[in-house]
C-alpha cells in the first residue's frame, strides 16, 4: 500500500503527466485545424482524457498529503497544490452542473426558454422567469456599417422576484437574475424587424475556480519567495544569488500588469504639409490625412512609401488624377499571383490597369473569394489572390474619389455616410480653413491632429531601435570588463529605449482612445516593452549580463515591429473588446511573461552553448543555469496571472471561462510546460543542461501561442496575424537549427560526462 501511495505521490509521475496532458492538449488543436472543431472536441471529452486528468488530481491529492507542509517552508507547495484541487473541482462541477445555451428575443416577445443546443432533440432549459426584449439598440463608427456597440433593454418578468424589473443588456455588461447571467452574444436584422441573441449561462464551478486560480497565483508567489530566502540563506558567504534581481523584475512586472510616379500628377508640394493635416474619417475614427495615406500607400505598394513620393502627395494624387496613376505600376504582387496573372516571373509590381483588365486573374480572384465566402480552407496562393482584390478595391475607390471623406461640418453620423468626391486640394484646404474658425464639438481639435501627426512622423518603433542597439552593443562590450564609460552609455541607451516604447504606446493610446492591444502589432509593442522594463531594472541593480541581454532582445522585438510586414494601422475596437478593463490588464500581463520567458530562453541558449565550446567553464554554466531557473519561476507567475485574467475577461464578455480555443490551450500547454521543467529541477531529475534545454523546448510552446496558432494553425478566434504564410517556413527552418544545437549540446555533455568519470575511476 505504501509503495502505491507513494508511487502516486511521485514527482516523476508529476513531470509524465505534465508532459502527457500538453502532448494531448496540442494535439487537439492540430487535430482541429485539420478536421475541425468537433475532432478536438472528441479528444477534449474522451473517457480516456478524464481518466489522465483524474490520475493527475490523484497524483496532487497525494503529493499534497505526503508533503503536508510541517513547517514555513512548505505553505506555498500546500497553497499551489489545494489550488489545482480547486481548480479541477471547479471544472467538474462546470462539467456537470453548468446551463449554457441561446435566447434568440424578437422586439416585443417575450421567453424563458434557453436553447441548449442546435440539435431540435434537445429540448429547451425553461428558467424560472422570463425574459421581454423592449428595445434593441447598435450604435455604428460614424461613416461606416461597422458595429461600435449594441444593446439590448429587456425586462425580466419574475412574478416569485416582485413582478418586473427593467435592464439594459451590453457588450462586457451581462445582466444577472435568478443566479442565471445574460450576455449580449449577436443580433439579426430581418425585413425590418430586431432580434437579439443573448447568450445565458449558469455556473457553479466559476468561481471555485477562480478561487483556485488566485490562489495558484499566490501560491507561486509564495513558493518563490521561500526560495529565494533560501537560496539568500545558502549564499550568504558573499557569492552573489539572484534574489535581488528577480525580486525586481517580479515587483516591476507586476506593477507593470495593473519607383517615381512618371508623369502622373501629385499635388503642389506647398500643399502636403496642409493636406497631411486634414481632418478625414475612416473606419470610424476622425484622423488626419497623413495616416489614411500612409496606410493606402502602405496597402497597396507593401512599402511605407514609395520611392521619392511623399504618401500624402501619392494618395492624394490617386484622387486628383486617375488617368495618370492607373497605367503606373504600384500595385504589389506576388510571384505566384504574377505566374496566375501571366506576369513576368520576376514582376514585383504591376499597374492598376494592367491587373483589373487581366481576365484570367479576375477569374481566379472570383473563384478564390467563392471558397472563402463558403468557409472552404484556402490555399495560399487563394490568400494572396484576395489581398490583391484587396488592394485592388483600395485603389478603385481613390480613383473614383470615394476614399477621402473629409470631416464636415454638419452632423458627423449623418455628414460622413454621403461625402463629395475630392479633386481639387486647393478648395478643401479653404473648406477646412473657414470650419476651423467655428468648428463644431465633433470637430478634431488641432492639438489632436498634431499629436497623431507627430506619432506618425516619429515611428517610436524605429526611435527605440536605434537607440537600443548602440545600447546592446555597449553591454556587450562591458561583459568582459567592467568600463565605465560604456556601461553609462548602455544603462543610458537602455533607460532611453524603455522611455521611447512608453512614450509611443501612450500616445497611440491618446490616438486611438484605447489600450492599444487588438492586433498583432500592438501586441509586440508590449513584447518589446516589457523586455526594456527589465532592462531599466537590470540597469538600476547594476546586472551587466541581464542589461545585455534586456537591450539586446528588446531592440531585436522594436526592429521587428518596425521592419515586418504588420498591420499598424489603428482600427475601431470590435464591441467585445471594448467597455472591459480586463483588456487593459491581461494584454500587459501575458506579454511581458513572453518576454520573461524569452529572457529564459537567452540564458538557456548560453547553457548549451558553454557545454558545446567551453565546458570546463562550469561557473557560468551553474550561474545561467540558475538566472534560466528563478526566471521561469517569474515567468510561469506572469503566465498563470494571463490565463486568470484571460479567463474572467472570457467570462465577463461570453459567459464561460474556458472554450478550448486554440489559444487558450497552447496557453495552457505553454504553462505545464514550464511547470514540468520546475518540477524535475526540483525532483533532481534534471540539472543544468537539462534546465537549459527543457527551456528551449518550452519556449516553442510560447511561439505556438503567440504566433503557430495564426499561421501554422490558423483557427481560433485570437487572430490578428499580419498574413504571411512565410513565417511557417522560418519557424520550421529554425527549429531545425534548434534541434541541431541542442543535440550537439546534448553530445558534449555525455562527453564530459564520460571524461570526468574516467578521471574518477583512474583517481581511485
Known amino acids: 500500500m505504501d509503495r502505491w501511495f507513494r508511487a502516486l505521490a511521485s514527482l516523476k509521475l508529476t513531470v509524465v503527466l505534465l508532459l502527457a496532458l500538453a502532448v494531448v492538449l496540442s494535439a487537439g488543436t492540430i487535430l482541429e485545424s485539420m478536421r475541425g472543431t468537433e475532432a478536438a472536441r472528441a479528444v477534449y471529452y474522451a473517457p480516456w482524457f478524464f481518466a489522465l486528468q483524474g490520475l493527475f488530481a490523484l497524483n496532487v491529492a497525494f503529493a499534497l498529503i505526503e508533503r503536508w507542509p510541517r513547517n514555513r517552508w512548505r505553505i506555498g507547495f500546500a497553497l499551489t497544490h489545494g489550488a489545482m484541487l480547486l481548480i479541477l473541482a471547479g471544472a467538474v462541477a462546470t462539467a456537470l452542473f453548468k446551463v449554457e445555451g441561446q435566447m434568440p428575443l424578437w422586439e416585443g416577445q417575450d421567453t424563458n426558454l434557453v436553447f441548449r443546443s442546435s440539435d431540435e432533440e434537445v429540448p429547451p432549459h425553461e428558467l424560472p422567469f422570463r425574459l421581454r426584449l423592449d428595445d434593441f439598440q447598435m450604435d455604428l463608427y460614424p461613416g461606416t456599417r461597422r458595429p461600435a456597440m449594441f444593446r439590448s433593454k429587456v425586462t425580466v418578468l419574475d412574478a416569485a422576484a416582485g413582478g418586473e424589473r427593467a435592464a439594459v443588456i451590453e457588450m462586457n455588461k451581462p445582466l444577472t437574475h435568478g443566479g442565471f447571467s445574460f450576455f449580449q452574444s449577436s443580433y439579426q436584422l430581418r425585413d425590418g424587424r430586431e432580434m437579439s441573441v443573448l447568450s445565458v449561462a449558469r455556473d457553479p464551478g466559476e468561481p471555485v475556480v477562480f478561487l483556485g486560480y488566485t490562489l495558484l497565483v499566490v501560491g507561486m508567489i509564495v513558493v ?78 507593401g512599402l511605407r512609401a514609395w520611392p521619392g513620393v511623399d504618401p500624402v502627395a501619392m494618395a492624394f494624387g490617386w484622387v486628383l488624377d486617375p488617368q495618370g496613376w492607373v497605367g503606373e505600376p504600384i500595385v504589389r504582387v506576388r510571384a505566384d499571383v504574377a505566374a496566375v496573372a501571366g506576369l513576368a516571373g520576376d514582376r514585383r509590381y504591376a499597374s492598376f490597369m494592367e491587373l483589373a483588365s487581366n481576365q484570367k486573374l479576375l477569374t481566379a480572384i472570383s473563384e478564390a473569394r467563392a471558397r472563402s465566402e463558403a468557409d472552404e480552407k484556402l490555399a495560399p496562393i487563394e490568400k494572396h489572390l484576395l489581398e490583391l482584390e484587396e488592394r485592388l478595391v483600395t485603389l478603385d475607390e481613390y480613383f473614383r474619389g470615394e476614399a477621402l471623406r473629409v470631416v464636415p461640418a454638419t452632423d458627423p453620423v449623418a455628414a460622413w455616410g454621403t461625402a463629395a468626391p475630392v479633386t481639387n486640394a486647393a478648395r478643401v484646404l479653404e473648406v477646412e480653413r473657414r470650419v476651423r474658425e467655428a468648428p463644431p464639438a465633433h470637430y478634431p481639435t488641432r492639438a489632436a491632429i498634431a499629436r497623431e501627426l507627430c506619432y506618425n512622423s516619429a515611428r517610436p518603433t524605429r526611435l527605440a531601435w536605434i ?34 516604447s512608453t512614450w509611443g504606446i501612450w500616445q497611440r493610446w491618446q490616438v486611438a482612445g484605447r489600450i492599444p492591444a487588438s492586433n498583432m502589432f500592438e501586441s509586440m509593442l508590449f513584447l518589446g516593452w516589457g523586455v526594456a522594463l527589465f532592462g531599466v531594472v537590470s540597469v538600476l541593480l547594476r546586472n551587466r549580463m541581464l542589461v545585455f541581454n534586456a537591450a539586446a532582445m528588446a531592440a531585436l522585438a522594436a526592429l521587428l515591429t518596425d521592419l515586418l510586414p504588420m498591420d499598424g494601422f489603428v482600427h475601431p475596437m470590435p464591441p467585445v473588446l471594448s467597455g472591459t478593463p480586463w483588456l487593459a490588464i491581461h494584454v500587459p500581463i501575458i506579454m511581458i511573461s513572453y518576454a520573461t520567458l524569452a529572457l529564459v530562453t537567452f540564458f538557456a541558449h548560453l547553457v548549451v552553448g558553454v557545454e558545446i565550446f567551453a565546458p570546463r567553464r562550469r561557473d557560468l554554466v551553474e550561474r ?30 461570453w459567459g464561460r471561462y474556458w472554450g478550448w480555443d486554440p489559444k487558450e490551450v497552447w496557453s495552457l500547454v505553454a504553462f505545464l510546460a514550464y511547470m514540468a521543467i520546475l518540477h524535475a529541477r526540483f525532483d533532481h531529475q534534471i540539472h543544468a543542461f537539462g534546465v537549459a534545454a527543457g527551456a528551449i523546448a518550452a519556449f516553442w510552446t510560447i511561439l505556438m501561442t503567440y504566433l503557430g496558432v495564426n499561421f501554422v494553425l490558423a483557427s481560433g478566434l485570437h487572430s490578428y496575424g499580419f498574413g504571411s504564410s512565410r513565417l511557417v517556413n522560418i519557424m520550421v527552418a529554425i527549429a531545425a537549427v534548434e534541434t541541431a544545437f541542442l543535440v550537439a549540446g546534448w553530445r558534449a555533455v555525455r562527453r564530459r560526462v564520460k571524461a570526468e568519470r574516467s578521471a574518477a575511476t583512474i583517481a581511485a
Open 624 to 653: 545561467w543555469s540558475q538566472l534560466a531557473y528563478w526566471y521561469i519561476h517569474v515567468g510561469s507567475i506572469l503566465l498563470i496571472a494571463g490565463i486568470l485574467t484571460g479567463s474572467i475577461w472570457a467570462a465577463s464578455s
Open 224 to 301: 518563490l519567495s521561500t526560495r529565494l530566502v533560501q537560496q539568500r540563506n545558502a549564499t550568504r558567504s558573499g557569492m552573489p544569488g539572484p534574489a535581488s534581481t528577480v525580486v525586481g523584475i517580479l515587483l516591476a512586472a507586476l506593477l507593470a500588469g495593473a519607383g517615381g510616379a512618371g508623369a502622373a500628377v501629385v499635388p503642389d508640394a506647398g500643399d502636403v504639409p496642409a493636406l497631411a493635416a486634414l481632418p478625414v474619417v475612416l473606419d470610424g475614427r476622425a484622423m488626419p490625412f497623413d495616416t489614411q495615406a500612409r496606410n493606402a500607400v502602405w496597402s497597396v505598394t
Open 467 to 500: 537607440v537600443l542597439l548602440p545600447a546592446a552593443i555597449a553591454a556587450g562590450l562591458t561583459l568582459t570588463r567592467d568600463r565605465f564609460r560604456l556601461t553609462w552609455v548602455a544603462g543610458a541607451g537602455v533607460v532611453l529605449g524603455f522611455l521611447i
